[in-house]
């Protein structure tokens, strides 16, 4: 009998224990987070790197005066075409004029005095020596006569090539001073330049995506560049980069790069701003939304799912591009990520994974406008 009593004892502690562990591994259960995850995979994606450019035009020519002296005319007005050798500025020369007079007033006495020589000499009246001074006192005074003719013409300042008028800094009345002031600026804009410059590290990683031996080679072999102008649109031509200063700024560890846009209808002009957009193509790369990882001190993390248990994992990004990163290292295809709800896990959590497509994250973080 108590045998029996003692069989049936054992028997209910062993249910009642049974039925304990399912019921508290029903409340873990109930607790347990479920967040919507990916596997990383592999694919081709193209990403920009971004730079902000000034614009040039690719010749900016000064206007200076070669003569000093007040302005008394602006024959062109900014903003417009000039042709090579137009008009552009008019000097005073009233005080050139009563230079030139009298300049030319001493080349007439001059010559009298050696058509006066000229007869006595042939007659060896006065020595050959006092008509080769009379004929350099002439040359000396045509030089001085010369000279100030040029100045004259001088007067009208003359655009230096074939472009656009920039800002004209000095109006009539203006005293300029000869070869030193600039009166302003002539672009040939039918083409422009894109000046921008990146960090070592961003130079290294850009000539890495081209192909070819030397740095020319890689410039030569590069994709064109896209332009986004200071209102937010894009600019409708593409360009291509064409040189790299030859090093490094000591002081901003920066190197300068020059692109080249045609510019037909002179939408462009000197001292335009922008954003330049330069083409990354990495192919068969680890991509996943960049929601999916986040930085603490300096390192970049993702959540990773094993065993329905989180851990953390330090990842290294070749690039980020459209809420998109390319992952270099610290994921493998096929490893299950979690791609919402970062804020609220850390490590040894466990989670049930809810499987989401990649497009889905991404797309609902796109601007709505």
Do not use: W
Not at 87 to 100: G, K, V, Y
């Amino acid at each position: 009998m108590n045998k029996v009593l003692i069989f049936a004892s054992m028997l209910v502690l062993t249910i009642g224990c049974k039925k304990g562990q399912e019921q508290q591994g029903a409340g873990m259960a109930a607790t347990q987070k479920v967040l919507p995850t990916i596997t990383v995979g592999e694919q081709s994606t193209t990403s920009n790197l971004s730079f902000p450019v000034n614009i040039e035009g690719v010749v900016n020519s000064p206007v200076q005066a070669k003569i000093s002296g007040y302005i008394t005319k602006v024959l062109v007005d900014e903003g417009q075409a000039v042709r090579q050798g137009q008009p552009m500025f008019q000097l005073e020369t009233q005080t050139l004029n009563q230079s030139a007079a009298s300049a030319k007033a001493q080349v007439e006495v001059a010559r009298v005095e050696v058509n006066r020589l000229l007869p006595l000499v042939e007659k060896n009246i006065v020595s050959k020596v006092q008509l080769e001074t009379a004929q350099a006192n002439l040359q000396r005074a045509q030089a001085a006569y010369n000279e100030v003719a040029s100045n004259i013409g001088f007067a009208v300042v003359k655009a230096p090539v074939n472009g656009v008028v920039g800002a004209i800094q000095y109006r009539e009345g203006a005293l300029v001073t000869a070869n030193n002031t600039v009166l302003t600026t002539v672009s040939d804009v039918k083409d422009v330049y894109a000046y921008f410059s990146m960090n070592e590290k961003d130079y290294l990683s850009f000539l890495a995506q081209a192909k070819g031996a030397t740095a020319k080679e890689k410039l030569a072999n590069f994709s064109e560049v896209s332009l986004i102008m200071a209102n937010g649109k894009e600019y409708n031509h593409k360009g291509k980069i064409q040189t790299v200063t030859g090093q490094i700024d000591p002081t901003t560890g920066s190197i300068q790069i020059r692109a080249t846009f045609p510019n037909p209808e002179h939408l462009l002009t000197n001292g335009n701003s922008g954003t330049i957009l330069i083409p990354q193509t990495f192919d068969n790369s680890l991509v996943i939304p960049e929601v999916a990882v986040f930085e603490q001190q300096g390192k970049i993390f993702a959540y990773k799912v094993e065993d329905n248990t989180i851990k953390q994992v330090v990842v290294t990004l070749k690039s980020r591009a459209d809420n998109l990163v390319v992952v270099e290292s610290g994921l493998k295809a096929g490893d299950v990520i979690i791609v919402q709800g970062l804020n609220g896990v850390r490590t040894g959590d466990k989670v049930t994974p809810q499987p989401v497509s990649m497009d889905s994250i991404v797309k609902a973080i796109q601007p709505i406008f």
